[in-house]
C-alpha cells in the first residue's frame, strides 16, 4: 500500500517467452532468481505466455538461484550438471538477467552449442554485457533512466504534497539481437 515506480516485469518476463514461443520453441526453460521479486514476476510472467500456448510450464525445465548461490548454481561444479540438463532439454532459455545469459552462452559454448542455432537465449536489462560478445543477446530493456525521471517527479510531487500516491509501471521493451532464431530440430 505504498507508491511505486518500476518496471513491468511481469510484461518483461511475457515478451520474452512470448517472442520464443513465436519463434516456433515450445521447450523452453527459464532460470530465475529466487530470493527478489523481479524473479518471481518474470516467472510470472514466462508461465502466463506458456499458459496462453497451451504448453505446461515443466519444473525440470526451471533453475531456480538465490543471491547467495548464484556462483555455485551458475559457474561452480554443481552447475555444470544443472546448465547441462537444461541445455540438453531445452530449444531456448529465459535467462533471469543479461549476467546469467552470459554464463549459460560461455557453457553452451564450451559444450559445443552454437546459440541460436542450437539454443536461443532472451535475458533481461540490455546491460553492456548485451553486446560485449560476439553473439549479441535478445533482451529486455529496462527503462533505467526514464524509471529515474518518474521516481524523481513522482518524489518531487509528494513533497510538494500535489499528489501523495504514485502507483507507475513502467513497459518493457523487447530488444531482438542474434541470440534467437526459428526452431529448428536439433541433429545429433
Known amino acids: 500500500d505504498c507508491s511505486y515506480v518500476v518496471e513491468d516485469d511481469v510484461e ?3 515478451l520474452a517467452t512470448k517472442h520464443l514461443l513465436d519463434l516456433g520453441h ?6 530465475f532468481k529466487s530470493d527478489d521479486i523481479q524473479g518471481h514476476y518474470r516467472f510470472e510472467g514466462f508461465s502466463k505466455a506458456c499458459s496462453e500456448k497451451g504448453l505446461e510450464v515443466c519444473s525440470s525445465r ?4 538465490d543471491t547467495e548461490q548464484a556462483e555455485e548454481k551458475l559457474g ?5 550438471e544443472e546448465l547441462d540438463h537444461l541445455l540438453k532439454e ?3 532459455l529465459v535467462c ?3 549476467q546469467v545469459a552470459m554464463k549459460v552462452l560461455d557453457r553452451a559454448r564450451f559444450k559445443g552449442l552454437n546459440i541460436p542455432k542450437d539454443l536461443s537465449l532472451v535475458s533481461f536489462d540490455d546491460s ?4 560485449a560478445s560476439e553473439v549479441k543477446l535478445t533482451t529486455v530493456a529496462h527503462p533505467q533512466e526514464k524509471l529515474g525521471v518518474e521516481a524523481a517527479k513522482s518524489i518531487l510531487q509528494m513533497i510538494a504534497k500535489e499528489k501523495i500516491y504514485h502507483t507507475i509501471k513502467m513497459k518493457p521493451r523487447l530488444i531482438i539481437r542474434g541470440s534467437t532464431c526459428e526452431f529448428k530440430e536439433r541433429m545429433g
Do not use: E
Not at 26 to 31: A, F, L
Not at 62 to 65: C, P, R, V
Not at 76 to 80: D, E, I, P, Q, Y
Open 26 to 31: 515450445s521447450k523452453i526453460g527459464g532460470i
Open 90 to 92: 531445452c530449444s531456448a
Open 96 to 98: 533471469y538477467n543479461d
Open 128 to 131: 553492456q554485457l548485451a553486446v
Open 62 to 65: 526451471i533453475l531456480w538461484f
Open 12 to 14: 518483461a518476463g511475457y
Open 76 to 80: 561452480g561444479c554443481c552447475a555444470k
